[in-house]
């Protein structure tokens, strides 16, 4: 599957983990689905009708496979009490506008290439005694070219502290006869959320008092000093002596 394309701020080590060899990654699934037959010795005789390799099933496979771009945003800060939305878009053809379904989403948006089939789900997972994720409307989606697949989780910090996320997306396809769908993961990511508290939005508050008030006294100090030499305000000309 493709490779995720970042904003130039997300860490490199946190680029998420690709399959280079997508018919490698095919022919494992299609065997925990379909076991291949133990070895034949030589000379026995093989009754019924020849099978498929599950390489030539994965290669056919691999063959129904379209290519999608795909985005979603990675936020980096959660707040306690508050739940951070997070959205995945599968454009599904070129006429579909991406950018304003992120309108007002926190994080940088990660752009990436899907490689699906007719059938794919989405899921986001993360410690679950860290962070409560609530997945709006289905698992399982249906590619149609009307409109673009979308994916959205509420992600809802229950203690602070860092944790890691992750976003997958599987594939499902059926190959031939064989009724049981050969699960793909065609995309994964995972990446670290900071979860806060009221404490730390207190803290920056603290840091900036110090800076506020040494402002408004160096304001009123310079104020001062222009009242005592008779200056009201700015723009106005010098008053008057006195007679």
């Not at 053809?93 to 089939?117: C, D, H, M, R």
């Amino acid at each position: 599957y493709g490779s995720v394309e970042q904003s130039s701020s997300a860490p490199p080590r946190e680029r998420p983990a690709v399959d280079a060899n997508l018919e490698k990654h095919i022919t494992a699934a299609v065997n925990q689905v379909r076991p291949p037959p133990p070895a034949i010795a030589s000379g026995a005789v093989i009754s019924g009708p020849p099978q498929a390799s599950n390489k030539l099933i994965a290669d056919g496979i691999a063959s129904k496979l379209k290519s999608f771009p795909a985005e979603y945003n990675k936020p980096r800060t959660l707040l306690l009490g508050d739940s951070t939305p997070v959205q995945l878009v599968i454009k599904t053809n070129e006429n579909q506008e991406i950018p304003s379904l992120f309108k007002g989403l926190e994080g940088e948006l990660a752009k990436t290439t899907a490689l699906v089939a007719q059938d794919v789900s989405a899921q986001l997972t993360g410690p679950p005694d860290m962070l409560e994720i609530t997945l709006r409307g289905d698992k399982m989606r249906t590619i149609t070219s009307a409109a673009p697949i979308v994916w959205e989780w509420d992600v809802k910090p229950l203690k602070p502290g860092k944790a890691q996320v992750t976003i997958e997306v599987t594939s499902y396809i059926t190959s031939g006869k064989d009724k049981e769908p050969v699960p793909i993961r065609v995309i994964q990511d995972t990446w670290e959320v900071d979860a806060r508290g009221l404490e730390w939005v207190k803290y920056q508050i603290q840091q900036i008092e110090p800076i506020r008030a040494f402002v408004f006294t160096m304001g009123t100090g310079i104020a001062t000093v222009l009242a005592w030499f008779g200056i009201k305000g700015v723009g106005k000309g010098k008053p008057d002596s006195e007679t």
